[in-house]
Every structure is written in structure tokens, then in C-alpha cells.
């Protein structure tokens, strides 16, 4: 028997590489969870705005989609643990610079050079760290080890908020942001621990190593095969209506639980930090639920879930419905993002893995930044309650369209059928 059958049911943890990768990750969204609250609440501390908010979500989103069109053709041309380490330095330094220059006032302007730059090598970071998983753990392990890394970083999310509510109202947002800049430096760390496995001559061109071409053609390339899949030229067109209605609803929350509910900054953390337990919720149901009812079905119903709870959270008026409320929405949103992210794994070959994720998350959030300004400016002018409402219905007709594409026929598990992994993979 080989070594991977042998531990193909031990607990991924177990494994030296993935467990280094995963304890990394965690320990980072610590600090992630810390950035999103601090810095919306620079913002609405300095400005009292929620346009303004809204309006740096969309030119970080802007930046996150110009990295994206060229981030696959990184990832697929050098080597990824490296890529990770340099997009973690860079924040590093670059968050670090926030908390130095509010010493000297709020500095908003700052927000909009910095958060930008750290967007951008974010989505570097994130499309490294999809194409990561598939060279850390065997093929048909890839949903489990996304929901147990889901799971993990909702659990500290739900920490993580919390102790920035209290960080943010003791000594102030700036201070949560330092706290991301330095989780930034444990993630790096941890990463220059983990090795990942060279790609199986079946993952790429029989051993042949791929011709590099223009970066441009290169991008296409995973473009092409992105829209030749017919479920997953589904998903992205849909998830791209979706990110247009929620991108910006963050910061719609925020404003809701300290504007219209009157809540504190530690209101705000606690919020957040207990509505994550719907991330861990949604991470831990994805695989079985998927497993259970095929792919189209427990996609659809996530989006359906995630609707419903928007619609709620405008018409609730309590801070506990909306903790409540907030928690299914993020499991409808845990659910569909881990499915949909391990179909792209298992069904593209690992020398195109980089370039149809980053063709997909461009596309994918090609609509969000304009859709968090839209949504922020409608909730200026005309108030939460009407915004969530159209929103929240706005995510049932995208889940209504998926039952009239393939992605409603895509029952069948991609791991099961492992022949199928060539470009003109159906799902359905």
C-alpha cells in the first residue's frame, strides 16, 4: 500500500505540511478579522460617512480586480509558497504605515494609497493560496481540506472581531490595524515552513513543461477554458450579479448597528465576531451537504439562504436579530464559496490552475467595487431597510437563474470521476 492510501483517512492535520499551512492561515485571519472592522471604522470615525466608506471598499476592489487579470499568470509561471511570502511582506510594511501616520491626525488619504496596493497583493496571495491547496493534499481531499480551512479561519474570525471591538474602543481603530500588519509577519513565517508537492505529470502536459506565451495570451488562456465549462461559465456570471449586490454590505452593516441602532465600536466587533460563527457553520456543512445533494442543489440553496437573511437584516431592529441574521447570511456565503472554489480545483488541470482562478475572481469582482458604491450611496440616500430589500431579492433571482443552467443538472462529485479532468469536463 502506498503512503497516501495508507493515510488517505487520517485527519489532514496530521500531515506536517498542510497542519504548518493551516495553523499560518489561521493565525493571519486573526489579523484580517482586526482590518475589517478597523478600517471601515477609520473611516466612519473621520468622515462620518458611509459613502466614503463605500467608496474606498471600491477602489481597493478596483485594485484587487487589476492584480487579478495577472495573478494567475504569476502563480503559474513561479513558484507559489514564494509569491505568498513576498504578498505577506508587502503588507506588512504597508498596513504597518497606518497606525505611524494617524500619530499625526486621521489621515485618510493614506487609506486610499495603501489599502489599494495591499488589495492588489491580496488577491495575488489569494489565487497562490487556491493553487496551493491542490499541491497540498490529494485530489480528492480538496473540498475537506477547504472546509477545514474555512472552518479554522471562521473560528478565529469570530475571536477576531470581538477583541477588535475592544481593541478599537480602548486605544482606537489605528491599533487593530497594527495587529493586521503583524499577523502578516507570523503568516510569512509559517509559510517559509510548508513545501508543496510537484504537480502530477496527469495535472499538466504529461510531464511536458508549458510554453510561456505573452502574458496577455496566457491570462486568455484560463479565460478560455473558464467559459468553454459550461458550470463554470454559470458560476461566474452568476457570483459576479451576486458580488454586485453584496460587496459593499459590510459596510452597510456597520453603518446599520452604529447609525440606525445606535450601537459602540465594541457593538460593532461583537456583531461581526458572533455572526462568524455562520462562516464556521457553512464550512463545516459544505462538504457533506454537497456530498449528500450533489453540487447544483446545495449551491442554489446557499444563494437562497444568503438572500433571505439580507431582506432580514434591513427589516430587523434589534442588534440581536441582526447578529442573528448576519450569521445565516455568512453560512449561505460559507457554503457556495467552498463549493464553487473546490469544483474549479478538481475539474482544471493544475499548469491552468492560476490563470482560470485569477480569470475568474477578475471577472468576479469586476462588478464589485461599483456595486459597493452603489450600494453605500443608495443606503446614504435612501436608508438600509430599502437597500437590503432589493439586495436580498436581488440574491434570490440569482439563485432562481441557476435552476435554468447546468449548474442545477452538476450533481455528480468531480473527485469520483478523476478521467474527467481535461478542458472539456461536464459536470452535469
Not at 33 to 49: C, E, I, M, R
Not at 99 to 116: D, H, I, T
Not at 361 to 387: E, F, K, Q
Not at 406 to 412: D, M, S, V
Request: proline letters at 5%; aromatic letters at 8%; charged letters at 10%.
Amino acid at each position: 500500500m502506498s503512503p497516501r492510501a495508507a493515510t488517505a483517512d487520517a485527519p489532514l492535520w496530521r500531515d506536517r505540511n498542510f497542519g504548518t499551512y493551516w495553523v499560518a492561515q489561521s493565525l493571519s485571519a486573526v489579523g484580517d478579522s482586526f482590518a475589517y472592522l478597523a478600517l471601515p471604522l477609520l473611516v466612519l470615525h473621520a468622515t462620518g460617512s458611509v459613502a466614503q466608506m463605500g467608496l474606498l471598499t471600491a477602489v481597493a476592489g478596483a485594485a484587487s480586480v487589476g492584480a487579478g487579470v495577472f495573478g494567475g499568470v504569476l502563480v503559474d509561471r513561479y513558484d507559489r509558497r514564494t509569491l505568498m511570502i513576498i504578498a505577506d511582506l508587502v503588507r506588512l510594511v504597508l498596513y504597518g504605515l497606518v497606525p505611524l501616520a494617524w500619530l499625526a491626525g486621521p489621515q485618510v488619504w493614506l487609506l486610499f494609497v495603501v489599502l489599494p496596493i495591499c488589495e492588489a497583493a491580496g488577491m495575488l496571495f489569494q489565487v497562490a493560496a487556491v493553487t496551493a491547496v491542490r499541491n497540498l493534499v490529494d485530489r480528492d481531499r480538496i473540498t475537506e481540506a477547504n472546509g477545514g480551512l474555512q472552518a479554522t479561519y471562521a473560528t478565529a474570525a469570530v475571536g477576531g472581531p470581538l477583541l477588535a471591538g475592544v481593541v478599537s474602543a480602548r486605544f482606537g481603530p489605528t491599533a487593530a490595524v497594527a495587529v493586521n500588519a503583524a499577523s502578516f509577519a507570523l503568516s510569512a513565517a509559517g509559510l517559509w515552513l510548508v513545501r508543496l508537492r510537484r504537480p502530477m505529470p496527469a495535472d499538466g502536459l504529461d510531464g511536458a513543461v508549458p510554453v510561456r506565451q505573452r502574458p496577455v495570451t496566457e491570462f486568455l488562456a484560463g479565460a478560455r477554458f473558464l467559459w468553454r465549462q459550461p458550470v463554470l461559465r454559470s458560476l461566474t456570471v452568476l457570483l459576479s450579479v451576486f458580488i454586485f449586490l453584496t460587496f459593499g454590505f459590510t459596510d452597510v452593516l456597520i453603518y446599520h448597528v452604529k447609525h440606525d441602532l445606535g450601537g459602540s465600536d465594541r457593538t460593532v466587533g461583537a456583531v461581526l465576531g458572533l455572526a462568524a460563527v455562520g462562516t464556521i457553520a457553512g464550512a463545516l456543512l459544505a462538504a457533506p451537504l454537497r456530498h449528500r445533494r450533489g453540487f447544483g442543489v446545495t449551491w442554489i440553496g446557499a444563494v437562497s439562504l444568503s438572500g433571505l437573511a439580507i431582506v432580514g437584516i434591513g427589516v430587523a431592529g434589534t442588534v440581536p436579530v441582526v447578529t442573528a441574521l448576519t450569521a445565516v447570511y455568512l453560512c449561505g456565503v460559507s457554503i457556495g464559496g467552498i463549493c464553487s472554489m473546490s469544483l474549479r480545483q478538481e475539474i482544471t488541470p493544475d499548469h491552468l490552475l492560476g490563470r482560470v482562478t485569477s480569470a475568474f475572481w477578475s471577472t468576479h469582482y469586476a462588478l464589485g467595487p461599483p456595486g459597493a458604491a452603489v450600494l453605500t450611496w443608495a443606503t446614504a440616500r435612501y436608508g438600509v431597510t430599502w437597500v437590503t430589500v432589493v439586495a436580498g431579492t436581488g440574491c434570490l433571482l440569482v439563485a432562481g437563474a441557476g435552476l435554468v443552467t447546468p449548474i442545477r443538472r452538476a450533481g455528480a462529485e468531480a473527485t469520483t470521476r478523476r478521467p474527467a479532468l481535461q478542458p472539456a469536463v461536464e459536470t452535469s
